[in-house]
C-alpha cells in the first residue's frame, strides 16, 4: 500500500510540485517530427505536465515549444501565423521566436515599444532519436540527453508512436514493469489454460517468451538498483537444470525496456506526464542491427503488440473508452482474455479503468509486486531528494542510458546479472 | 533466488536478498520477517520487506472483511494496523524501529 502524502507526492506533476520539477530535471519526448513538418508549417498545441503551449518550426527549421498564452492579453498563439522566423500573435501583432523573445510589436507606436524587455515562456527542444525532445525545467541544470540506445540507430531501424492514455503517468509505468500481468491480460485462452495444443505449438518455439512464458505463471521478481534506475529480473522454471530469465530495464524518470531476446527487435516505452490525469504513451521498437523486418512491420500495422492505432489530430487511441476498447465479447468467450485486440489496447483497457489517479490505499499487494514496490521507492527517494536540493544523478549522466534488456536462459547456478551481464550491453 | 520458509527460520537461513515466503500472518511468519528486517540494510533488501509487509496486511485485511468473532477481528485489527506502521518505518529505512513495532505485535 501507499500512504496518501506519498501517492500525491508521486502524481501529481503541475509546475511547482515536487513530481513536477523533478520530471523538469529531464529532457523529456513531446513531438513527432511529422507535428511540425516543415518550417513556417502550422503552430501545434502541446499539453506538458498541466503546461499549455505551443510548438512551432521557425523558417530556419528550429522549433519553439511556448506558453500558449500571448503575454499581451493571454491571446492563444495557436491562432498565430508561423512567419519570418517567429510566431505572431493574431490578436495585436505581437512575435515571438524561438527563444520566446519578442521581436515585434505591431500594434505600439514606435516611440512606446518595448519589446526588447517581454519575453514570454520558452523551453528548449533537440530533436534526437526520430523526436523532438523538450527541457521545461531551470536553465542553470539543464541536463544531458539520454543516451538510449534506441534514439542512436538509424531511421530504418526504429519506429515510434505516441498515443494519448487517459490516465496518470504512474499506473502507466507500473503496468510497464508489472511482468506478471502478461500471463493473464495479454493471454489467448489457449496459453491460460495451458492446453496441450498450445504446448505443443510453443515447445519447440524459438521465442523464449512464447515457450516458457505459460509453463509457470507464478514467476519470482527481484531487483538490483542500477545508475539509471532498476533491472527488474523475472525467474520462471524451465528445463530441470535451467531457468527462464525475463530482465525489464527502467530508466529514470519513465522509460522501459522491455526484456530482449537476441535476434528479434527490442520494445520500449516512455509515459510523459500531460497532466495530472493523462499521459503520453511514447512506444519504440527497433532492431540495433538491420531495418525493421516485414514482420515486425505486419506487427506495427496490426496492433498485435505494443503500439496502436490513433487519431492523428489528437492522438486518442481508436480503440478507446467510449467505445470500450471495441471489444468483441464472442471472443472474449472463445479465444484470449480480453476480447480486446492488442496488448497496447488491453493495457490501456485496464489502466484506464482504474481511474484517472490510482487510490494506492486501498491496494492489497503482495510478493509478487515488488518490481513496482521498488519503482515507487526509487522515485520517491529521487523526488525528496529534489526537495532537499539533491539534483537527480541519472538527469546529469545522459551516458548510463545506454544499455539492453534481456531474455534468455540460465543454469539455475548462475545469478542473472552475472549471466545476463553482456546480454544487457549497448552496442550502437 | 530462493525464499525461506513461513515456519521460522534459523540464523544462518536469514538473507537479507531473499524474499520471505508470507502464506499468513502467523508468529512464526512475523519472527522470519522480523529477523530479515534486523539484516536489511540495501534498497533491494528494504523493498523486499516493504513486499512482505505489503502481504501480511493484504492477508490481515481480508480476514478482517470476513471474521465475525469480535475478540479475534480485535486481535487483527491490531496487527492490520501495527503493519501498516511498520511498513512505512522499512519505507522510511528505520528498520529498527519496525522490528521493535511488530515485535511487539507478536
Known amino acids: 500500500m501507499l500512504a496518501s502524502e506519498e501517492n500525491e507526492l508521486l502524481t501529481r506533476t503541475d509546475a511547482g510540485t515536487p513530481a513536477g520539477n523533478y520530471f523538469r530535471r529531464f529532457w523529456l519526448p513531446v513531438l513527432l517530427p511529422s507535428e511540425v513538418p516543415t518550417p513556417d508549417c502550422p503552430p501545434v498545441r502541446v499539453r506538458l505536465m498541466g503546461e499549455d503551449l505551443i510548438a512551432f518550426r521557425d523558417t530556419n527549421g528550429q522549433v519553439g515549444l511556448l506558453d500558449e498564452a500571448c503575454p499581451h492579453r493571454r491571446a492563444s498563439l495557436f491562432w498565430g501565423r508561423n512567419e519570418e522566423c517567429g510566431l505572431r500573435c493574431v490578436y495585436h501583432g505581437w512575435k515571438f521566436d524561438v527563444n520566446g523573445t519578442c521581436v515585434d510589436m505591431a500594434n505600439e507606436p514606435a516611440e512606446y515599444r518595448f519589446e526588447n524587455k517581454v519575453r514570454t515562456a ?16 531551470p536553465p542553470e541544470h539543464q541536463p544531458e540527453l539520454p543516451k538510449l540506445e534506441w534514439a542512436r540507430v538509424p531511421d530504418s531501424h526504429r519506429y515510434i508512436s505516441k498515443r494519448w492514455q487517459e490516465t496518470n503517468y504512474l499506473q502507466a509505468i507500473e503496468g510497464g514493469i508489472d511482468s506478471s500481468h502478461s500471463n493473464f491480460l495479454h493471454a489467448s485462452l489457449d496459453a491460460f489454460r495451458v492446453t496441450d495444443s498450445y504446448i505443443e505449438k510453443v515447445k519447440n518455439s524459438n521465442n523464449l517468451r512464447a515457450k516458457y512464458h505459460v509453463m509457470d505463471r507464478a514467476p519470482w521478481f527481484t531487483v538490483k538498483k542500477t545508475d539509471y534506475g532498476l533491472i527488474i529480473a523475472v525467474r520462471r522454471k524451465a528445463e530441470e537444470d535451467n531457468y527462464y530469465w525475463r530482465l525489464t530495464q527502467f530508466l529514470l524518470p519513465s522509460h522501459t525496456i522491455i526484456p530482449y531476446q537476441k535476434g528479434l527487435s527490442i520494445h520500449g516505452h516512455c509515459w510523459v506526464p500531460r497532466d495530472d490525469h493523462g499521459c503520453w504513451v511514447w512506444t519504440v521498437s527497433w532492431n540495433p542491427d538491420a531495418p525493421l523486418s516485414g ?28 467505445n470500450q476498447y471495441m471489444i468483441d465479447r464472442e471472443q472474449q468467450r472463445t479465444a484470449n482474455m480480453t476480447g480486446i485486440h492488442g496488448f497496447a489496447s488491453q493495457d490501456q483497457a485496464i489502466q484506464e479503468s482504474m481511474g484517472p489517479i490510482v487510490d494506492r490505499t486501498r491496494e492489497r499487494l503482495g510478493t509478487s509486486d515488488t518490481a513496482i514496490i521498488a519503482m515507487r521507492r526509487l522515485l520517491l527517494q529521487d523526488i525528496k531528494g529534489l526537495l532537499e536540493s539533491r539534483e537527480p544523478f541519472t538527469a546529469r549522466h545522459g551516458d548510463v542510458y545506454w544499455v539492453r534488456s534481456a531474455s534468455l536462459l540460465l543454469r539455475r547456478d548462475v545469478e542473472f546479472d552475472e549471466g545476463a551481464r553482456e546480454l544487457m550491453k549497448a552496442e550502437v | 533466488m530462493e525464499r525461506n520458509g513461513g515456519n521460522g527460520v534459523s540464523p544462518e537461513e536469514v538473507n537479507p536478498a531473499h524474499i520471505v515466503n508470507v502464506t499468513d500472518f502467523s508468529a512464526n511468519t512475523l519472527r522470519n520477517i522480523i529477523a530479515h528486517i534486523e539484516v536489511s540494510t540495501e534498497f533491494e533488501h528494504l523493498v523486499y520487506r516493504e513486499a512482505e509487509l505489503d502481504a501480511v496486511w493484504s492477508i490481515t485485511g481480508f480476514v478482517l472483511v470476513n471474521e465475525r468473532d469480535s475478540g479475534r477481528r480485535e486481535a487483527v485489527r491490531r496487527l492490520h494496523a501495527g503493519v501498516h506502521t511498520a511498513h512505512d518505518l522499512v519505507a522510511a529505512s528505520r528498520t529498527v524501529d519496525a522490528a521493535a513495532l511488530l515485535r511487539s505485535l507478536l
Not at chain 1, 122 to 137: H, K, Q, S, V
Open chain 1, 122 to 137: 520558452a523551453y528548449p527542444t533537440r530533436e534526437y532519436g526520430g523526436l523532438i525532445w523538450a527541457y521545461l525545467g
Open chain 1, 295 to 322: 514482420e515486425d512491420w505486419e506487427m506495427i500495422r496490426d496492433e498485435t503488440f505494443v503500439h496502436a492505432k490513433v487519431d492523428p489530430a489528437t492522438f486518442k487511441p481508436v480503440r478507446n473508452k467510449e
